[in-house]
Structure formats: C-alpha cells, structure tokens
C-alpha cells in the first residue's frame, strides 16, 4: 500500500482525489490537510464522501508529518504555498504530485511572463516532469518521477487537441484555441465575481490578452521544434459547474478522415482518450464525462473555409485536475493507470 497525503484536502480538487483515492486499491490516504477543517471530520468539508473515511480528520500542515506518513503527497493547494513547501518534501524523498502552476512551466522567464514573480526553486521546475501521460514524451518521463506538475484544466484541453498535429509537424499558424469553463474552476472560495447571482446565468470572456495557460500549449509546442507565438487561448466563464470545451481552430489543407486517422493513432493505448468521430453524437459535451477522468475529441473540417476544428471536452475536477493528477502518480509507481479512475460517466446528469 502507499501511504498519500492530500495537502489542502478541503478545496474542490482535493476533495475530488478524496473521491477517486476512496477507490483506489493500491494507495491508503493517510493525512489531509486543511487550515479551516482542521480537527474535523472529511464530511464537513465534503458532504458527498460522507462514510467513505471514517476515523481521519483534516488536520494542520505540517512538513514533519508528511515526511513521517507519507510515500507520496499531492499538493491541491494555491500556487503559493506549493511554492513554498514542495522543495523541502521533494529534498526528503517523498514523491509530490503538484495540482497548483508552480512548477508547470521549465522556462523560468516565461513563468515570469505568466505569473509576474520570480521563481523560487528554478532548478527543481526544471526537474518536474508535466503530468500529462498522453504526450509520449510525458509518459515515458513519468516512470519513477518524483515531482510531477499536473497541467491546468484549460491547458490540458488545449495540449489534447493539438499534440497530434505538433508530433506530424501539420500545424499551422495563428492557432487559436477558444475554450468554455465552468465556475468551479475558481476553486471552492468564493470571490465576487463568482458569487451565484453573479455567475449563473453569464458567458463571457476572461484573461483574453494572454491567459496563463497558453504559457502551457507555447511550451508543449516548443518541445515539438515549434516557435511560432501566434497561439492564443481565450477562455469564456459559462453558467456549467464542472466542465471544460476547448475549440481549437487552424487552417490547414487537410481532409477529415486523414486528421481523424492522425488522432486515432496518436492517442491508441490512451485509455482516458475518446474519438468521437463516427458516432451519432460526433462532438464532445463536458456534461457527459462529469465526475470521471476522460478526455472526448471531436472534429469539423470545413473544407470551403479550408477551417479545422478540434473540439475537447473534459471535466475541469477530473481529467483537468485530480483524476489526471492520480492517473500520473499511477504511471510514476508502475501501477496500472487506470487504478481508482476506471468509472463509466453518470448520464443524465
Ligand atoms: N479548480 C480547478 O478546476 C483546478 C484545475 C486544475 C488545477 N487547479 C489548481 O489546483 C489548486 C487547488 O485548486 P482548488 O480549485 O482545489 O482550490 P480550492 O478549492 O480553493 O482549495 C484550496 C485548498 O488549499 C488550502 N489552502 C489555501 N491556502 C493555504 C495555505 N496558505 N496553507 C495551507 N493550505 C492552504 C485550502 O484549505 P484551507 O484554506 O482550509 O487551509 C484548500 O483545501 C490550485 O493551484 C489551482 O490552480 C484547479
């Protein structure tokens, strides 16, 4: 058994590995933490896990403990305190599974660009491999890592659509990548903006002169040889709770079933990843793949406009976050990938 933690295991991801890891047979929670909960029961915070962990209680950080508990911790905490307590735990040999940015980005200068601070531990950004296991190269650097950097939500969609088309050198520039999330994006404390009368029934853009995860898709695209900045991302707020769509549209000279066939064969043997194309419902919805850890693809060329489109849909909380976050601590300790994760959709929901 491997023995996890959940540092700020009373958010909406942390909660969400709660969910997954009550599944998982190989891994044993341990220690979770939470600075509001602290001394309370799992439910307080997440009322859905309610009998699944009897006996543990949310407690205090503290880097002692994980280094006396664990084998393994996931941090599901802001940027920040990820920053701030990850070097020490990974110096101490206990594998990290990062949710937050902090050590996404290999390229000190573009965190900068994204987040405007200075990295504190470039070197150890630098090891982290991204927890992407789709990407080959990903994959292959997963076995054995011991500080993996689980993309972001808007990215990891991002990335989906367009890695096929980066590993057959057919992309082509400008990319733009139009993407609709839903609010739990924002994490399970409320600000202003995302206050229900404020969010529940608006659509509209954010972040759209440079989100922070396009730093994300530039630095997957350079890892393919590409160059070209002309990559924009633009995400939009909609009235869903759970729910990623990126739409990625290009112009290149291709037909439908020679793109379909490029992704078809890219992603055999990703069991996380759904073709569409071909079924009666050929583009992909958020709402069908809540709770779970699948990615659905879709596409559309419209060959007058010679546009292509490549539609991903996932969950922000599952293949956007936790559940991508487990199925890479999997690969890291050569367990199947599919521990805890294989769960069919709910429908309708
Ligand atoms: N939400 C998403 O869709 C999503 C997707 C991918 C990645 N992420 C990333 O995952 C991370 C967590 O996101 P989330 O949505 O789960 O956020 P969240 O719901 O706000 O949860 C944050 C957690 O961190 C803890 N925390 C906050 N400040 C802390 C501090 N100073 N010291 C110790 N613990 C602290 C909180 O507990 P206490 O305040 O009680 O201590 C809480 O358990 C973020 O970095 C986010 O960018 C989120």
Redesign the pocket.
């Known amino acids: 058994m491997v023995r996890v933690c959940v540092v700020?295991?009373?958010?909406?991801?942390?909660g969400e590995l709660l969910r997954y890891l009550s599944m998982h047979r190989e891994a044993e929670v341990k220690y979770v933490?939470?600075?509001?909960?602290a001394g309370k029961p799992i439910h307080f915070a997440h009322p859905n896990l309610k009998g699944f962990y009897k006996g543990l209680r949310f407690e205090n950080?503290s880097v002692d403990k994980i280094l006396g508990l664990c084998d393994a911790v996931f941090f599901?905490?802001?940027?920040e305190?990820s920053l701030e307590y990850i070097p020490k735990v990974v110096e101490s040999g206990v594998k990290v599974i990062d949710?937050?940015?902090a050590f996404r980005l290999k390229d000190p200068d573009l965190f900068k660009a994204y987040y405007e601070i200075e990295h504190k531990a470039p070197d150890l950004a630098r090891r982290a491999v991204y927890g992407l296991p789709e990407i080959h190269i990903y994959r292959e650097a997963l076995r054995g890592a011991s500080l993996i950097a689980s993309p972001?939500?808007n990215a990891t969609a991002a990335i989906i659509s367009i890695y096929p088309l980066a590993y057959t050198k057919k992309i082509s520039y400008p990319v733009v990548i139009d993407v609709k999330a839903g609010s739990?994006?924002a994490?399970?404390?409320p600000t202003p903006w995302d206050h229900h009368p404020e969010r529940a029934s608006s659509t509209r853009p954010y972040s759209p002169k440079g989100h922070r995860h396009v730093a994300e898709v530039l630095q997957l695209l350079r890892e393919f040889g590409e160059s070209d900045d002309r990559v924009s991302l633009i995400p939009h707020a909609v009235p869903i709770v759970r729910g990623v769509l990126s739409s990625t549209h290009l112009y290149i000279d291709i037909d439908e079933q020679e793109l379909v066939k490029i992704y078809v064969e890219r992603y055999a043997g990703s069991p996380f990843i759904r073709i569409l194309w071909g079924s009666p419902t050929p583009y992909p919805d958020p709402k069908n793949l809540v709770g779970t850890n699948i990615a659905d693809i879709g596409f559309a060329v419209e060959e007058r406009a010679r546009r292509v489109s490549i539609f991903v849909a996932l969950d922000?909380?599952g293949k956007?976050?936790a559940g991508q976050a487990l199925q890479a601590f999997n690969i890291s300790l050569g367990i199947d990938e599919r521990e805890g994760l294989w769960i069919p959709p709910t429908r309708p929901v």
Do not use: D, H, I, M
Not at 33 to 37: F, M, Q
């Open positions: 700020g295991g009373s958010g909406y991801t942390g933490t939470s600075r509001e909960y950080l599901s905490t802001p940027l305190v949710l937050s940015p972001g939500c739990s994006e994490g399970a404390k922000n909380l956007g976050a």
